[in-house]
């Protein structure tokens, strides 16, 4: 540990609301981006699977790669990383590991499989296993990170029912997003169905992420109501109005009201914004992490 690095360690310590600074800071951004990307890849094989987009496919398997080498990255020794598999039936990261693993072999396969494709009965059989494996391993993906944070209960914050949810709904609404520039990409206008569903899950992302910071804020403990103070009113408060509120939200509904009509172009920016923003929430209730105070105020003002 460096001396900047140290010095940052004791100041915590001496405060009674310690943010955690291994997720989110410095290095540990790339635990965040990991997530994000790994979200994203998951969400945009199921919708993309869903609307039948075969190129949504191989974005989803490229988005998970980038995703499993963040996490690689910000590990300190990532030739460890395997060994994380012994405790999968304990540890979300584990089962998170698993499930990117097989989302990653099996959606290769099945995606060479259909490329390839040749009429016998073996070959059906070897796609719609490879296609099965795909998709546990999509469904994993989605909603361990939820549960990676809901399990740390020295930070309050993160411990709410409400987690999962999110990052479920996080992970569909960045599935819809790529599948948006998708469409523009190839020069086509998304249908309206894609539209409306994108719609639709933003407002059940909105609706969620309210529900938890009114949860927090609203309970008895000190240290989710400085998580909450953090965002909104404190060191987080920049990135999640700009980031989250501005660029995620805000830009979007401007574009879809102001233009008539939706061209590919409007509806890749939509979709751009719209990741933009879901990122910058991820990161912001990442850093706004608090750990449960070691000693409590009362007894910190009689000492």
């Given at each position: 540990?460096?001396d ?12 009674v609301?310690?943010?955690?600074r291994?997720w989110?800071e ?5 635990m965040?981006?990991g997530?994000?990307l790994v979200?994203v ?7 993309g699977s869903?609307?039948?987009v075969t190129?949504?496919?191989?974005v989803a398997l ?8 963040a ?13 994380m598999?012994?405790h999968v039936?304990t ?5 998170g590991?698993?499930?990117l693993?097989?989302?990653l072999?099996g959606?290769?396969a099945y ?6 494709s040749?009429?016998?009965v ?6 719609t296993v490879?296609?099965?494996?795909a998709w546990v ?6 909603g361990?990170m939820?549960f990676c944070?809901?399990a740390s209960k020295?930070i309050?914050?993160?411990h709410s029912?409400?987690h999962?949810a999110i990052?479920?709904a996080f992970?569909?609404r960045?599935g819809?997003?790529?599948l ?15 539209l409306?569903l994108?719609i639709?899950v ?5 609706l969620?992420v309210a529900?938890?910071i009114q949860g ?8 989710a109501r400085w998580s909450?103070?953090?965002m909104l009113?404190?060191r987080?408060a920049l990135?999640f109005y ?6 995620g939200?805000v830009?979007p509904?401007?574009l879809?009201g102001?233009y ?6 409007v509806l ?7 990741m933009?923003?879901d ?12 750990y449960?105070p ?7 003002q009689r000492?």
């Amino acid at each position: 540990m460096n001396d900047k690095r140290y010095a940052q360690h004791i100041a915590d310590l001496r405060n009674v609301h310690r943010p955690q600074r291994v997720w989110g800071e410095g290095k540990g951004i790339l635990m965040v981006v990991g997530h994000f990307l790994v979200g994203v890849a998951g969400g945009t094989w199921l919708v993309g699977s869903v609307f039948d987009v075969t190129p949504s496919l191989v974005v989803a398997l490229v988005l998970g790669a980038l995703g499993a080498i963040a996490h690689l990255a910000f590990l300190g020794r990532p030739e460890r990383a395997f060994k994380m598999m012994r405790h999968v039936r304990t540890s979300w990261i584990s089962r998170g590991f698993v499930g990117l693993s097989l989302f990653l072999i099996g959606g290769t396969a099945y995606v060479v499989l259909q490329l390839v494709s040749p009429v016998a009965v073996v070959w059906s059989v070897l796609t719609t296993v490879a296609q099965a494996i795909a998709w546990v391993g999509t469904l994993t993906i989605i909603g361990y990170m939820g549960f990676c944070y809901t399990a740390s209960k020295a930070i309050p914050f993160w411990h709410s029912p409400l987690h999962p949810a999110i990052y479920i709904a996080f992970a569909l609404r960045g599935g819809i997003a790529v599948l948006m520039v998708i469409d523009a990409l190839n020069g086509v206008a998304t249908g309206d169905s894609l539209l409306h569903l994108w719609i639709g899950v933003t407002a059940v992302v909105v609706l969620f992420v309210a529900l938890e910071i009114q949860g927090a804020w609203s309970s008895r403990n000190v240290a989710a109501r400085w998580s909450v103070r953090d965002m909104l009113a404190g060191r987080l408060a920049l990135s999640f109005y700009i980031g989250a509120l501005l660029i995620g939200l805000v830009v979007p509904a401007l574009l879809l009201g102001v233009y008539d009509s939706y061209t590919p172009t409007v509806l890749a920016l939509v979709g751009l914004a719209s990741m933009a923003g879901d990122f910058f929430v991820k990161l912001s209730t990442v850093r706004a992490g608090v750990y449960l105070p070691l000693v409590s105020p009362a007894r910190r003002q009689r000492a």
